[in-house]
Structures are given as structure tokens and as C-alpha cells.
T-cell receptor, first 117, second 111 residues
Framework: NAGVMQNPRHLVRRRGQEARLRCSPM?????VYWYRQLPEEGLKFMVY????????ESGMPKERFSAEFPKEGPSILRIQQVVRGDSAAYFC???????????????FGDGTRLSIL | GQQVMQIPQYQHVQEGEDFTTYCNSS?????IQWYKQRPGGHPVFLIQ?????EVKKQKRLTFQFGEAKKNSSLHITATQTTDVGTYFC???????????FGAGTILRVKS
């Protein structure tokens, strides 16, 4: 019963390169979320996706960052032309579809630790 | 936009002492969730509160949701070293899945 799978666990990039972070949601989950976390800080919401749709990207920088959740395959968070300030842990979470009575618990992956040299 | 404030930022307690973290939202919430993150780990869902004034218990953990649905608290009775970690509250403003996380409270327990 696999949970949320993120890869790679660690990613090192040089300034100006591209970083691609992948996330496979739990089986049966149709909603994916991406968060960014700096050491000893909270989780900053970036983007919320359903299959083939971006529902809310209000937390994602307008430039260099993009996310997708295709019909087949994992969700991808893409950071182009990385800078030192992009160094952080990026967590993906997934959940079931919304129900009227409230939210759904989010199940998190182990994260990708991105380091920019 | 919606903000969720959480205090304290850090709490060091002696094993056996109680611990409480508080969460306040700038807007009325439809529900609030609590997560725990161990050092080096990922957040793990603990509980969700939906109703005004709701109180839920999980062993030594007690969760409350305020009457106005704008604040919440997590209380741990008689802390143990296994309670170490960061506790986050996360609120949702509408009946949707987007969560706004508080900054978290880092709990350290001295044995």
C-alpha cells in the first residue's frame, strides 16, 4: 500500500540549471499539492492540482516555476534557471476528492531536498 | 489573504510536563487540521476538526476548535520523548482542499 512517492530525495543543481521534482500520489487520490519548506519554518503552499488541471497556483512564483499533473504519470514541479534562494525542501501531498463536510487529510511524501550550488 | 498564526515558535519541556500550542486564523475556517513532523521527516496527519467548539482526544493529545472557528489548540498531557517534533495547524477557509499552514511549534522534550 504505497504512500506518496517523491523523487529524487536529494537533488543538487548549479545556478541556471533546471530542477524537476516528481510526485506520485497515493493510489486513489486525485488531488496533489506542492509545498516548500525552509529549515525550521512552516510549509508554504505553492500549487494545488487535479488531473490535467491547476486548481490554485497562488503560492507559486510567476516566473521560473511551473507544475503539472498529467492524465498519466506523476505530478511534476519544474524550476527553471535555479538560483541559490530556491534551495529548500519541497513536499508533495495528495488527498481524496473534496467532500461537502470539510477538507480531506493530506498525505505527504518524504520530500525532495533541493540544493543549489 | 488568509493567515494562520501559531504560537509559541519553540517549547522546551521536561519529560512529564504538559505542552500546548495555539493557532489563530485571520478568517473563519471551515475546518482545521493538525500535523506532526519529526526532525528530518515529513508531516503526518493527526486529526481534523470541523464543528464549532469541537473537542477531540487521541490518548494524551487533546484538540480543540474554537466557537468562532477561528482558533484551535493542541494540548499534550505528560509529554514523552516520542512527542518530539514540530506540530503544525492548517486551516481551510472554504469547503475545499487548500490548506494554509501555521509556522509550527517545535517541541523538545528533556528526559
Amino acid at each position: 500500500n504505497a504512500g506518496v512517492m517523491q523523487n529524487p530525495r536529494h537533488l543538487v543543481r548549479r545556478r541556471g540549471q533546471e530542477a524537476r521534482l516528481r510526485c506520485s500520489p497515493m493510489k486513489g487520490h486525485s488531488h496533489v499539492y506542492w509545498y516548500r519548506q525552509l529549515p525550521e519554518e512552516g510549509l508554504k503552499f505553492m500549487v494545488y492540482l487535479q488531473k490535467e488541471n491547476i486548481i490554485d497556483e497562488s503560492g507559486m512564483p510567476k516566473e521560473r516555476f511551473s507544475a503539472e499533473f498529467p492524465k498519466e504519470g506523476p505530478s511534476i514541479l519544474r524550476i527553471q534557471q535555479v538560483v541559490r534562494g530556491d534551495s529548500a525542501a519541497y513536499f508533495c501531498a495528495s488527498s481524496h476528492m473534496i467532500v461537502a463536510s470539510g477538507g480531506q487529510p493530506q498525505h505527504f511524501g518524504d520530500g525532495t531536498r533541493l540544493s543549489i550550488l | 489573504g488568509q493567515q494562520v498564526m501559531q504560537i509559541p515558535q519553540y517549547q522546551h519541556v521536561q519529560e512529564g510536563e504538559d505542552f500546548t500550542t495555539y493557532c489563530n486564523s485571520s478568517t473563519t475556517l471551515s475546518n482545521i487540521q493538525w500535523y506532526k513532523q519529526r526532525p528530518g521527516g515529513h508531516p503526518v496527519f493527526l486529526i481534523q476538526l470541523v464543528k464549532s467548539g469541537e473537542v477531540k482526544k487521541q490518548k494524551r493529545l487533546t484538540f480543540q476548535f474554537g466557537e468562532a472557528k477561528k482558533n484551535s489548540s493542541l494540548h499534550i498531557t505528560a509529554t514523552q520523548t516520542t512527542d518530539v517534533g514540530t506540530y503544525f495547524c492548517a486551516g481551510s477557509m472554504e469547503y475545499g482542499n487548500k490548506l494554509v499552514f501555521g509556522a509550527g511549534t517545535i517541541l523538545r522534550v528533556k528526559s
